[in-house]
T-cell receptor
């Protein structure tokens, strides 16, 4: 059972913000939203995670709706090196496992 | 940061032989490590959870006698693919769960296995 739903692919322009949506309508109260990305032929890279508040770090911002049923990852100024598959994953605080779905293939174009 | 390395980064072996892949957490201790497999154009599939000093826990459908996992120390886990066949050709990725500080999974760069 997929706990998250993401668009299959999206394009964005270099230098512009990239907004990646994720639906997780069945999320439980103790489950966090995690974002990872995987550049071609590399291991996944942790980006950010959150429970209910919006989060920001040096890589991205995470906006979680008040009902927690969806979220948006924002890459503020996309570069060509941000081209990757982005995975939105829901994980309980006491569960170490990560279940990867198909993710969103993001292509940043010059 | 938390760095996880894998060795080798790629390997080619003949059908019927065994291949060992190492996963190391370089700057932190990891009581738990995970092994994933990724076929071309597919997502990562969890194969097993490796706990230091105990037997690995395998996901449904993963043959434990074929994919031997050893986690002998807090910084090293190994995956041995025994009697490899061409269908075992894949990208194998490990991750290490940091036990202190930011309790997140950090992934290795992956090992590309090709069985001829």
């Amino acid at each position: 059972d997929a706990k998250t739903t993401q668009p299959t692919s999206m394009d964005c322009a270099e230098g512009r913000a990239a907004n990646l949506p994720c639906n997780h309508s069945t999320i439980s109260g103790n489950e966090y939203v995690y974002w990872y990305r995987q550049i071609h032929s590399q291991g996944p890279q942790y980006i950010i995670h959150g429970l209910k508040n919006n989060e920001t770090n040096e890589m991205a911002s995470l906006i979680i709706t008040e009902d927690r049923k969806s979220s948006t990852l924002i890459l503020p100024h996309a570069t060509l090196r941000d081209t990757a598959v982005y995975y939105c994953i829901v994980r309980a605080s006491n569960d170490y496992k990560l279940s990867f779905g198909a993710g969103t293939t993001v292509t940043v174009r010059a | 940061g938390a760095v996880v390395s894998q060795h080798p980064s790629w390997v080619i072996c003949k059908s019927g032989t065994s291949v060992k892949i190492e996963c190391r957490s370089l700057d932190f201790q990891a009581t738990t490590m995970f092994w994933y497999r990724q076929f071309p154009k597919q997502s990562l599939m969890l194969m097993a959870t490796s706990n230091e000093g105990s037997k690995a826990t395998y996901e449904q459908g993963v043959e434990k006698d074929k994919f031997l996992i050893n986690h002998a120390s807090l910084t090293l886990s190994t995956l041995t693919v025994t009697s490899a066949h061409p269908e075992d050709s894949s990208f194998y990725i490990c991750s290490a769960f940091k036990r202190e500080g930011a309790r997140e999974q950090y992934f290795g760069p992956g090992t590309r296995l090709t069985v001829t």
